[in-house]
């Protein structure tokens, strides 16, 4: 009975109160979102940066005829002695770990493989200019990689070294760069809606302040003064994150998937992924709603 | 029943004190007129007894109760012993008289069954019969107070407030208003009314107490409203 009592009230708050009431929904579903957004992309590149670690990290590619790299304008393409030189090279040098030889012929295929669904380029492409190289695997990324691209750097035979990581690093820089801006814009949004709460009850307290006053009169407990208004800044929160959560699962399914053609991540987040971020969502809306709300209605609800 | 023992009360931003040096006693089921011009500390009187106010100095015990030792959250629990009747009645304009009445009940958590059972009784004891479901705009001065007091008066608190409760009400209507406050003043309620309502003090000749720029001035057992004016 209380409680259909509490709940009557906090529906009569809510209706009065209503352009505030989704004012407030709106912006905590936006930040809670590109909060979690900004931590989907945290999450992305650390999982992407496991998962390369342990892969190629620096490909040496050798000379083709058509090459211009290094020495072979020069000396043309590569010759099988060369091949081996290198090979000997490398797998002589400390802190290789493994070295693999790509012929030609698997470059062209590994090439169609990899860009399949686009018939121009591979249409285009003179298969010939496609070189063959050594994947070579180092112990300790940064270090090594400097050594041993300053070995093979003008080695007869060798047109270009590259050093995955560098790519990566670009990548890397770049989804920091936009996990910056989303949390930032997160943040700046947070406020927001924490100000919004506090205005949202104020404005719930003043129109109901003649029920409030008759409640105190007549003997009501401070909680129970209170609770409506408690009660309505809960379920704004609550709808916002529900709100976000949808947003979030749309982020993680649509965006960061269409990002995929464009960068390459390796490894996908997993569900776990995304429900750990919806669960923090949900906190930090906890959080901010419920202490928001408590300490307005200190201020501005005599009890 | 309220006990003042040297109460002064002195507000804020004011030079002279609202009350000065009251000592006062009400006992069980008295029926006291506190009567006074205008910021004579009739009001402030009755806040302190409902704790809205703390005093300045000196002792406050209502219902055996000092008000000085009672805890925040116990002050609700005093205030349920405790009716309150004011000038502009404070009915809210969304509910109808039993909606009134029962909300006083509804907010300290009373059960539907003890609120059915109730809140008829008392809108049939101020005279209110068969006007249950009107609205507040659609009863006269006179019989929003009535619903004022049956709200009031519905959990049968042991103290009666009224603060000039016949301020906004023509003399006819309000021969009826003092007659529903005294049947309740029989029933043992302790009744302390606040009022300039001279006519009223006069022909009821119950207690006074005249205060007289805070201070207790006159205090006499079947008085009248007052002689020098």
């Known amino acids: 009975m209380r409680a259909q009592f509490v709940f009557h009230e906090v529906w009569i708050g809510l209706r009065r109160n209503l352009t505030m009431t989704v004012a407030l929904i709106v912006v905590v579903a936006i930040s809670l979102s590109l909060l979690g957004t900004g931590l989907l992309f945290v999450k992305q590149v650390d999982n992407t940066r496991s998962y390369w670690q342990s892969r190629v990290q620096l490909s040496v590619y050798l000379c083709t005829a058509a090459s211009l790299g290094g020495t072979c304008a020069k000396d043309g393409a590569v010759t099988p002695a060369e091949i081996s030189a290198i090979r000997n090279e490398l797998l002589g040098t400390h802190d290789v770990t493994s070295v693999q030889f790509v012929s030609q012929a698997q470059a062209v295929q590994q090439f169609e493989q990899e860009f399949a669904n686009d018939e121009p380029i591979v249409k285009y492409t003179d298969k010939d200019q496609i070189p063959s190289s050594f994947e070579i695997r180092l112990k300790n990324t940064e270090a090594d990689a400097g050594a041993v691209t300053s070995v093979m750097d003008g080695a007869p035979g060798v047109s270009e070294v590259v050093d995955d990581a560098s790519i990566l690093d670009q990548f890397y820089k770049l989804l920091d760069g936009a996990r910056n801006a989303v949390v930032s814009v997160a943040i700046f949004l947070l406020i927001a809606a924490i100000l919004l709460v506090a205005n949202t009850i104020r404005l719930s307290a003043f129109n109901r302040r003649r029920e409030t006053s008759i409640m105190r009169l007549v003997g009501a407990s401070n909680f129970y003064v209170q609770l409506p208004f408690l009660v309505e800044g809960m379920i704004a929160g609550l709808f916002g994150w529900l709100i976000a959560t949808g947003l979030l699962i749309g982020v993680k399914s649509l965006l960061l998937s269409s990002l995929q053609s464009v960068f390459p991540y390796g490894v996908q987040l997993s569900t776990a992924d995304l429900v750990e971020v919806i669960v923090i969502a949900m906190i930090t809306g906890l959080i901010i709603c419920g202490s928001t709300s408590f300490l307005t209605l200190r201020r501005y609800l005599r009890v | ?229």
């Not at chain 2, 008295?30 to 009739?42: A, C, H, I, N, Y």
């Open chain 2, 1 to 229: 029943m309220i006990h003042f023992d040297n109460v002064t009360k002195t507000y804020a931003n004011q030079g002279r004190p609202a009350l000065e040096n009251v000592n006062l006693d009400i006992e069980k089921s008295e029926f006291v007129f506190l009567v006074g011009p205008s910021g004579s500390g009739k009001s402030t009187f009755l806040r302190l007894v409902l704790k809205e106010e703390r005093p300045t100095s000196g002792r406050i015990h209502v219902i055996g109760r000092d008000l000085a030792r009672l805890t925040n959250w116990k002050v609700p629990l005093l205030r349920r012993r405790i009716g309150c009747v004011f000038q502009d009645f404070r009915l809210l304009p969304n509910k109808n008289v039993y909606q009134n009445i029962a909300f006083a009940l509804e907010v300290i958590g009373k059960p539907r069954r003890f609120i059915r059972k109730v809140v008829p009784e008392v809108i049939d004891l101020v005279g209110l019969e068969g006007k249950r479901d009107r609205m507040p705009d659609e009863l006269s001065g006179g019989e929003q107070q009535r619903v004022a007091m049956a709200r009031a008066f519905v959990n049968r608190p042991m103290i009666l407030l009224a603060d000039e409760p016949t301020g906004n009400i023509d003399p006819a209507t309000s021969i009826g208003i003092m007659k529903v406050l005294d049947r309740i003043n029989r029933t043992g309620t302790t009744v302390v009314m606040a009022t300039h309502d001279a006519a009223i003090v006069d022909s009821m000749r119950k207690r006074v107490i005249e205060l007289e720029y805070g201070k207790v001035v006159r205090d006499q057992s079947r008085g009248v409203y007052g002689q020098a004016y």
